[in-house]
């Protein structure tokens, strides 16, 4: 449908914010998603740089965590998954242990 000369579009305001709010909307959904805590100062992304948890570990926090917050049907699920990364640390760690090794978990687990 060609314009005519002279006439510009209609400007509709609530049309133009309702778009900026779902670019926010989809940013928060990206960068704070409510099932890993929302922004705030328990959201799992900040727990696990405070607490310098490596992958592993951080990843079973994270599914901990989110536990039946992003899909109630699959929190049993969520909790195996975190078994899963706490068992293969520990087997990490005891692999290290037995081969003598010495990180910075061993030292912890030897007391």
Known sequence: ???KKGR???FL???VLSAKRMNQ???EQINHPQHYGG???YEVIKVIEAWGLGFHDGNAVKYIARAGKK???KTIDDLKKARWYL???????ESSMTM?????ATKILRG
């Not at 068992?87 to 760690?93: F, M, N, V």
């Not at 003598?100 to 910075?104: A, D, E, S």
């Open 13 to 15: 305001p609530d049309r």
């Open 71 to 73: 899909d109630p049907a």
């Open 100 to 104: 003598g090794r010495v990180t910075p």
């Open 8 to 10: 510009s579009l209609p």
């Open 25 to 27: 909307v989809n940013r």
């Open 1 to 3: 449908m060609a314009r």
């Open 87 to 93: 068992d293969r640390q520990i087997a990490r760690l």
């Open 39 to 41: 922004d705030t100062v």
